[in-house]
């Protein structure tokens, strides 16, 4: 990877004035960085539907944070009702103007045409040689597009916090030329592939340890034991026979004060305090809200009124245990009509096929195994996130 980054970025160094000129270019281009108004580099693309209340339709969506165009399923044009869509235009920027302040912007292709999108979608054709389509994407990722999206979207938080369209054509931003604009983006799409390539590493890692997970569970998988002999069978237990749920309390009276232990919620660390209610390694399950993400920790931790913990009985596994709950169905035992919540007593009422302690041992070292692989990949996918998060902030402006 650092070979790899030396040779890019061997091609690009090159300091200016941060004023009118970003940190890093490629040494051929020399000229002033120029400002414009958005109006000037594009246009608004705008061509309606005759909506036919028999005919099926299909809408894109705008994820959040830059993570591009999702599909919609298909709907008919009654069900569209009065709904105002726009046929989409190819090689278009497009922006979410609900949640433009979340950065939800990305570029159509031939592949949306013949889809249509809501009259929130307004899409902007970039006036050649003007502006590049993919350099205008990542700039309006990077933190100086963010900060136009921001400004062009005042009220408050949600929905209230809409782009402004005419303020948003009024903005300025700098920009090189149109080859140079090429140029950069070109660059930027190696590092994406990098990033890509490296996201479906993890993914496919983890959707290999959750197939694991499934046959060991279901027992298509087996393990021997040091003799090379199949170990006893699996004993149809309890949960509750294998662990003792607890009950997390508040840590708002404790002190923060040196921080050593961290506090745990359903969404992981909250913040830390300098005592604990646990101290041993064990699994962890929500009681109210993420109920079907499994946790373990082995070293001590305070854990809050909405997330159990558990103390494992003897002979019991608990890395062993925290496999064991990722095999669970837990939204199949949710109790509430609201906010997804489980009881002590669910838990420990579920039944289980649980295996002798060798055979616990030899399981929960295996996958753990694997869960050392994703670590180590994430690692790396996080390093190439992060590289092309600091190219972005210094070759732009």
């Not at 837990?330 to 997804?340: A, L, R």
Request: proline share 4%; aromatic share 12%; with cysteine.
């Amino acid at each position: 990877m650092q070979s790899l980054m030396t040779t890019l970025i061997s091609l690009v160094y090159r300091r200016r004035d941060v004023m009118t000129n970003p940190q890093i270019r490629f040494p051929e281009f020399i000229d002033d960085w120029k400002l414009y108004s958005l109006k000037d580099v594009l246009e608004r693309v705008a061509k309606p539907v005759d909506v036919n209340p028999n005919i099926l339709y299909k809408q894109i969506g705008i994820r959040s944070h830059g993570k591009g165009l999702f599909y919609k399923e298909k709907v008919t044009g009654r069900e569209l009702g009065n709904k105002r869509v726009f046929w989409i235009e190819p090689d278009c920027f497009v922006v979410n103007i609900v949640f433009a302040w979340e950065r939800a912007v990305a570029k159509t292709t031939d592949n949306e045409m013949g889809m249509i999108a809501s009259h929130r979608f307004p899409m902007y054709k970039p006036i050649t040689n003007k502006a590049n389509l993919d350099y205008l994407v990542e700039y309006f990722i990077s933190i100086y597009g963010h900060k136009i999206l921001i400004l062009a979207s005042p009220g408050g938080a949600g929905r209230n916090k809409t782009l402004g369209q005419e303020e948003f054509f009024k903005s300025k931003i700098r920009l090189p030329s149109y080859d140079e604009q090429t140029k950069i983006s070109k660059f930027l799409s190696l590092i994406n592939a990098k990033i890509n390539v490296q996201k479906k590493i993890v993914t496919d890692l983890e959707g290999q340890k959750k197939g694991l997970i499934q046959k060991i569970f279901s027992q298509e998988v087996s393990f021997k034991d040091g003799l090379g002999k199949r170990f006893p069978r699996w004993r149809k237990l309890h949960i509750g026979d294998i662990l003792k749920i607890m009950h997390g309390r508040d840590y708002k009276g404790e002190s923060t004060e040196k921080g050593l232990y961290p506090v745990l919620g359903t969404g992981g660390v909250i913040t830390y305090v300098d005592s604990y209610n646990c101290d041993w390694a064990c699994v962890l399950i929500g009681r109210k809200g993420s109920i079907d993400k499994p946790q373990f920790m082995n070293s001590p931790f305070w854990s809050v009124d909405t997330l159990f913990f558990s103390k494992p009985k003897e002979k019991q596994n608990p890395l062993f245990q925290y496999y064991l709950f990722q095999n669970i169905n837990w939204k199949k035992y949710d109790e509430s009509t609201g906010v997804p919540s489980l009881s002590a007593s669910t838990i420990e009422n579920i039944k289980v096929n649980v295996p002798c302690l060798e055979e616990q041992n030899k399981i929960a070292a295996f996958l753990h195994s694997y869960d050392q692989k994703i670590k180590v990949e994430r690692a790396v996918l996080e390093d190439w996130q992060q590289i092309k998060k600091g190219l972005l902030q210094q070759m732009l402006i």
